[in-house]
């Protein structure tokens, strides 16, 4: 795994137990799915000055997908690797966001709002319920195998 990728891993775990709150973006207080990936990619330098907060709870179904495609490469599910970023849905609509942190098997971590009895970050293993809600494989600009 590269040096870069392990920094995003790495840095991700320091936000693990952050109390979920929609638009949240500070580490240890509050953060939704959005803001642990913005907070990670400033941390390590990979999305500097970016940051969005024009969004509902209620997905539309192209904010988020227009927004992780402006900010980094679309990548086939194939070429998943640890640090890259899913998309995925919940119900119809693509809504969430989540760093992958293994392959093999695949666990993720993201700001679940019904972890832990009110929302935190946590580390979870993506089984196959979760994958089926996959929607989407993204990649960090500058971070390569």
């Not at 990619?41 to 000055?49: D, T």
Request: glycine content about 10%; aromatic content about 8%.
């Amino acid at each position: 795994m590269s040096a870069r990728r392990q920094q995003i891993i790495e840095e991700a775990r320091t936000w693990l137990d952050t109390r979920f709150q929609h638009q949240g973006r500070r580490k240890g207080m509050a953060v939704d799915c959005a803001g642990l990936i913005i907070g990670v990619a400033h941390e390590i330098g990979l999305l500097s000055g970016f940051d969005l907060r024009d969004y509902s709870m209620n997905p539309d179904g192209v904010t988020m997908k227009a927004t992780l495609e402006a900010q980094m490469m679309p990548i086939k599910y194939r070429d998943l690797r640890p640090g890259d970023v899913i998309h995925l849905a919940f119900e119809k609509l693509p809504q969430h966001v989540a760093i992958i942190t293994s392959v093999k098997p695949f666990y993720i971590i993201h700001a679940d709002s019904q972890a832990a009895g009110g929302g935190r970050v946590v580390e979870n293993r993506l089984d196959s319920v979760w994958l089926g809600r996959l929607r989407g494989c993204y990649r960090f600009h500058g971070v390569t195998d």
